[in-house]
């Protein structure tokens, strides 16, 4: 099984920072992308930033400037560093991981179980 484990929400002032972290662990042969997306109440889930294996990077419109994403592929684990926080960036977070279990298996969508993210105004 393949598990990932969000962390690093909470409560903030708006201009506040927070750093969210997500650690995949499990039987892993590859991690391809990894990224993190939100979801608030009534909206559908949607992109805040992906990460692919060799290091590209897209963020949201909403968030460029603001948040960054990065990896750490030894430890299996990507974090986003999100300053400037605004009351419209109030959400639950979700890992995403895509990987590959074994060498010959498929590449599969992995996702955390979501962190909430609270920023008051």
């Known amino acids: 099984q393949v598990q990932l484990a969000e962390s690093g929400g909470g409560l903030v002032q708006a201009g506040g920072s927070l750093r969210l972290s997500c650690a995949a662990s499990g039987s892993i042969f590859t991690i391809n992308n990894m990224g993190w997306f939100r979801q608030a109440p009534g909206n559908q889930r949607e992109l805040v930033a992906t990460?692919?294996?060799?290091?590209?990077?897209n963020y949201a419109d909403s968030v460029k400037g603001r948040f960054t994403i990065s990896r750490d592929n030894a430890k299996k684990m990507v974090y986003l560093q999100m300053n400037s926080l605004k009351p419209e960036d109030t959400a639950v977070y979700y890992c995403?991981?895509?990987?590959?279990?074994?060498?010959?298996?498929?590449?599969?969508?992995?996702w955390g179980q979501g962190i909430q993210v609270t920023v008051s105004s």
């Open positions: 990460s692919t294996g060799g290091g590209s990077t």
């Open positions: 995403l991981a895509i990987l590959k279990r074994t060498s010959w298996g498929p590449v599969v969508d992995y």
